[in-house]
């Protein structure tokens, strides 16, 4: 299946953005440019929230298609980043998109990077 044209754009414009890269700080906003700039799919619901956790409240973010049962299947969602890039907002669009093709919600957990 050939790569949707958009998100190679978009996965090229990462990759530039990468090389070279100054800091971590700079790598951060570019990987969080191109999540942003990412095409987002139309009926999905999206919700912000928190969980309780052990050093307090975990942001959480729930993505729900047009038709989603209540109380069906949850797919929890980990971004990607290597534990040092990434957030709700850099993975919005992909948790959008998996909203949809899943037919089934979508909670994106917001953990702690590495300093």
Known sequence: MPIDPELLAAL????????PAADLA???AGFAATGASLPRPPDIAVEDRQVPGPGGAIPVRLYRPRGALPGG???IFLHGGGWMFGD??????????LA????????????????
């Not at 709700?88 to 998109?97: I, K, N, V």
């Not at 949809?100 to 300093?115: D, E, I, S």
């Open 88 to 97: 709700l907002d850099s993975h919005d669009a992909a948790c959008m998109h």
């Open 26 to 28: 700079a790598m951060r």
């Open 12 to 19: 090229q414009a990462r990759m530039a953005a990468q090389r």
């Open 73 to 75: 299947p949850l797919l």
């Open 100 to 115: 949809a093709q899943a037919g089934c919600a979508v909670a994106a957990v917001a953990y702690r990077l590495a300093p």
